[in-house]
């Protein structure tokens, strides 16, 4: 069973950067497709970004293109997503999943496609 914990939370002013991680253990983490999605109160969770398990494939939802960068390290077992140029309207808790995948390729942006959750980590950005 895999385990997701996502960490780097934290409250920034806007226009300030933001790296958070997410690590996985208990499976192999090269199998996974990996995701952050976001839920601000009273919202649904949203995507933000996707990272398939081939880094160079990559989906953004379009209110974070050219501000965040996902990434992965298969050798840390760990996936970022580096916020910069930070705005109010990026507050939420941002949550990290991981998808078992044969594709290469896919980057899923439903939440019911993805396998396994972290907790999450909270973003606030002041304006």
């Known amino acids: 069973q895999v385990q997701v914990v996502e960490s780097g939370g934290g409250l920034v002013q806007a226009g300030d950067s933001l790296r958070l991680s997410c690590t996985v253990s208990?499976?192999?983490?090269?199998?996974?497709?990996m995701a952050w999605f976001r839920q601000a109160p009273g919202e649904e969770r949203e995507f933000v970004a996707a990272i398939a398990r081939r880094s160079d494939f990559k989906d953004y939802t379009d209110s974070v293109k050219g501000r965040f960068t996902i990434s992965r390290d298969n050798v840390r077992n760990t996936v970022f997503l580096q916020m910069n140029n930070l705005k109010p309207e990026d507050t939420a808790r941002y949550y990290c999943a991981a998808k078992e995948s044969a594709s290469y390729y896919l980057t899923p942006t439903e939440t019911d496609e993805y396998d396994a959750w972290g907790q999450g980590t909270q973003v606030t950005v002041s304006s």
């Open positions: 208990g499976r192999t983490f090269s199998m996974y497709g």
